[in-house]
């Protein structure tokens, strides 16, 4: 695995060059420096009051309701929910008070969330076990369970079965798609298209880094021509699809993506936990860990927001993994850490 990600590097240099050398037109140039690049933003730590007594696990499933409030779906005060009777998806106000909780016993591992525009909260649960999970459940804002894709607790590669579920995403008009897959060369590795009311339409993708295929695709987010921008993190890249699954560009000059969001300006916001320069998971040397800033317009990078962790290529993941942004203001959840952190524009 570890040869192959060397390998991956320069195939994919080779893809730009002969497969499909319009694609590449959009990347940066191929001299410029990663990692220099202006942080025009100012973290703020432990904003949001917990409940006397609970800790936050780890996240990667946060989001931010029309309301203003904040989402976060965290792993049960560690990095698992198995056995726990913690609620895992709490709900807080703007300035960080808790409102309420649920969901205990009813995830394993809460991956990814999406908030849709009923302000219904979908989530992915990536681990399987005692009759739940590897599956994606609907909720409305007082936790009742509206819908479910999959079957919950059975793992499989059919139309109602998925394998590692990372990512949902709800479009405008109700579509569904999801990214499934989260180990590299094994179990899935695909995007999954259902209709509003559920039905599967088609899936895409497959093992490997030729045109169109994923490994490990990580998130998910929609731009507001309404193409589907898939974080291969495995791959070091961002491919942007149309929704019948065309490939339209491939970016790899937002890092290594393990969370992205578009907002209603067309800013893409990546999060890159894992770059790192050891020839091991996470390969991905000469690039800085932490969030990267550019427009979907034109595909530039203009900002960099870096991991506080000085010494996290020691790890295999650091910083920020789900990202939301709102106003103006990002929140990321974080894995090793087991945070959520808010950003703000410097004055």
Partial sequence: MRNRTFFYGALCAALFLTAAPALAQTLDHPDADPNAYPDPYTQVNDFLKLPPGRVMGSVTALGVDHQGNIWVADRCGTNDCKGSKLDPIMEFDANGNFIKAFGAGKLL?????????DDHIWLTDGHVGNGIGDDVIEFDRDGKMLRTLGTPGVTGD???TFSEPNAVLVTPQGEIFVTDGHTPDTGNS????????????????GHGIGLGRVEVPHALALDKEGRLYVADRYNNRILIFSQDGTVIDIWSQFGRPSGIYIDENDILY?????????????????WTRGIRI???????????????DLESDRHITSGGEGIWVHDGVIYSGQVRQKAVVKYVPKK
């Fill in 270 to 286: 990546c999060t890159d936990s894992e770059s790192r320069t050891p020839v091991e998971y996470g390969f991905h040397p000469g």
């Fill in 158 to 160: 059919g139309e109602n």
């Fill in 109 to 117: 591992f809460p991956h990814g969330m999406y908030i849709d525009k």
């Fill in 190 to 205: 695909r995007i999954i298209h259902f209709n509003k009311n559920g039905k599967f339409v088609k899936s895409w993708g």
């Fill in 294 to 308: 550019g427009s979907v317009k034109d595909g530039v990078v203009r900002a960099l927001i870096p991991d506080i």
